[in-house]
């Protein structure tokens, strides 16, 4: 079965009052459940990147799943952004606020290397906390980010404001 675009945006599904009440959370597992909706979603975020883009920087964790299939599609190599505790040796960390919480993320060692070009991928922007806790993680490494990628963009969350320089590319925006 094939699918558009159009199609596979449709099968977002809007969760009210998750993870606490007041909070619209914007679920992608019905379009990573449906195999023709995830290929034209993942070919559609891998054609979007710049280029000479040389990596794909993803976020834990629906990131990581977005950036696998991006990475796979346009032959590039994968960094995964973790929360903490999950790696062996971590080379920066950073701590930084969510619109209902805080978090901290962590780059693992040895895999951004000084003057490689890179995109990060997660799933929605928001208020750009995460995009611009992981932009830091990749500079302090001596990488330089040539865009962001996300499925989503909750524009009244304003998250591009944090990241200004930076290209967004977005599939669908609230």
């Known amino acids: 079965m094939s699918t558009t675009l159009d199609g596979a945006l449709g099968l977002i599904r809007e969760v009210p009052d998750f993870p606490e009440p007041g909070v619209l959370f914007r679920d992608i597992s019905p379009v990573l459940a449906d195999p023709a909706a995830f290929r034209v979603l993942a070919d559609a975020m891998a ?29 590039l190599g994968l960094v995964c952004v973790r929360k903490p505790g999950k790696l062996p040796a971590v080379r920066h960390r950073v701590s930084y606020a969510l619109e209902y919480g805080t978090a901290t993320l962590e780059l693992p060692e ?20 995460t995009v611009e806790a992981t932009r830091e993680l990749v500079e302090h490494a001596g990488g330089v980010v040539d865009g962001v990628s996300v499925i ?23």
Do not use: C, M, N
């Open 47 to 75: 054609a979007g990147l710049p280029a000479g883009t040389e990596a794909v920087v993803a976020i834990e964790a629906r990131g990581f799943i977005l950036g696998a299939a991006i990475a796979y599609a346009a032959g």
């Open 110 to 129: 040895d895999t951004i290397r000084a003057g490689q070009r890179v995109v990060i991928v997660d799933d929605v922007l928001a208020t750009g906390g």
């Open 152 to 174: 989503l963009e909750l524009a009244a969350l304003k998250g591009r404001s944090r990241i200004p320089d930076i290209p967004v590319t977005t599939l669908l925006t609230h």
